[in-house]
Structures are given as structure tokens and as C-alpha cells.
């Protein structure tokens, strides 16, 4: 089992930025079975959404509603940030962190940290 915690959420004027960090803990063995890190976001009444996803070798992948304005890295195998850059109000909800990991593969969701952008 994984244990996400995030923070860097707040609030932010539109055209703001912000840094998410999520730092995963587990036993060493899980620890580095960790293959996928990801950003999600969730919207009232929608489905959780894919922002940006980041392989154990760093290829990354992200949303076009978010492509050139957010950034996606790691650091070491447990820690995932997500820079979000040009905020706009309506990037406004819960983030939660997502890792995969283990054979068979298995998820990990974090807790949420709410994002809420003004303009």
C-alpha cells in the first residue's frame, strides 16, 4: 500500500501560479516498484480527469487544457510535483495525486488539495 500526501494547494489570482507535491511512503520494495506518477483533477458532478502523467523514465504526458502551462516532474522515486503556471479560474478544483505501481499493478489515489483560482 501507498500513501500520498499533497499539499500546495491555495488560492491564487488568475495568472498566478501555483506548485503541487506529493510524496508517496511505502516499504523501499513498493517504493521502487512505482512506475506511473499522475495529476488528476475532479470538477463537481464529472469524472476525475487526467492532467499530466510522468513515466519512471520521465516521459511525460499532459491534457491539452493544460498543455504549456503546467509542468509535470519527479524527484527520486516518490515525490511528484505538478507547477502550474497562467492560472485561469476555471482550472478551479480538487487535485489529487495518482500512482501505479506493484505487480499485479496497482493505484494509489492522494487526499485532494482544493486549487481556487480568482479573477
Known amino acids: 500500500q501507498v500513501q500520498l500526501v499533497e499539499s500546495g494547494g491555495g488560492l491564487v489570482q488568475a495568472g498566478g501560479s501555483l506548485r503541487l507535491s506529493c510524496l508517496a511512503s511505502?516499504?523501499?520494495?513498493?517504493?521502487?516498484?512505482?512506475?506511473?506518477m499522475g495529476w488528476y483533477r475532479q470538477f463537481p458532478g464529472k469524472q476525475r480527469e487526467l492532467l499530466a502523467s510522468?513515466?519512471?523514465?520521465?516521459?511525460t504526458t499532459y491534457a491539452d487544457s493544460v498543455k504549456g502551462r503546467f509542468t509535470i516532474s519527479r524527484e527520486k522515486a516518490n515525490t511528484v510535483y505538478l507547477q502550474m503556471n497562467s492560472l485561469k479560474p476555471e482550472d478551479t478544483s480538487v487535485y489529487y495525486c495518482?500512482?501505479?505501481?506493484?505487480?499485479?499493478?496497482?493505484?494509489?489515489w492522494g487526499q485532494g488539495t482544493q486549487v481556487t483560482v480568482s479573477s
Open positions: 510522468i513515466t519512471k523514465g520521465g516521459t
Open positions: 495518482n500512482v501505479k505501481y506493484g505487480r499485479p499493478l496497482e493505484s494509489s
Open positions: 511505502a516499504n523501499i520494495f513498493t517504493i521502487i516498484s512505482i512506475t506511473d
